[in-house]
């Protein structure tokens, strides 16, 4: 079993930054990545920013070239940096935390933190 706790969420102006962050606990050996989602109101989850164990990152379109994701093996945390003077009011949504663990394979989920971005 793995636990996900996600932080830093919040209400930021456009053009702000904010740095969010996921706590991992548990069998976290057979964590094989981890990533970032999200879900604005009415719209499907999607898929932010993805890094392996062996720190390979990947980007979903709309967030390449502003959004940052990085881990802290010390800490079992992973980080998605919003940088500064990129946010925009479309990145709204709730933003979860995810990994994905090898032998057994198997999803985990965070609960969610809610970003707001004001316009």
């Known amino acids: 079993q793995v636990q996900l706790v996600e932080s830093g969420g919040g209400l930021v102006q456009a053009g702000g930054s904010l740095r969010l962050s996921c706590a991992a606990s548990?069998?976290?050996?057979?964590?094989?990545?981890m990533a970032w989602y999200r879900q604005a109101p009415g719209k499907q989850r999607e898929l932010v920013a993805v890094?392996?164990?062996?720190?390979?990152?990947?980007?979903a379109d709309s967030v390449k070239g502003r959004f940052t994701i990085s881990r802290d093996n010390a800490k079992n945390t992973v980080y998605l940096q919003m940088n500064m003077n990129t946010l925009k009011p479309e990145d709204t949504a709730v933003y979860y935390c995810?990994?994905?663990?090898?032998?057994?394979?198997?999803?985990?989920w965070g609960q969610g933190t809610q970003v707001t971005v004001s316009s």
């Open positions: 890094i392996t164990s062996g720190g390979s990152t990947s980007y």
């Open positions: 548990g069998s976290i050996v057979s964590i094989n990545l």
């Open positions: 995810n990994a994905l663990t090898i032998l057994p394979t198997r999803n985990y």
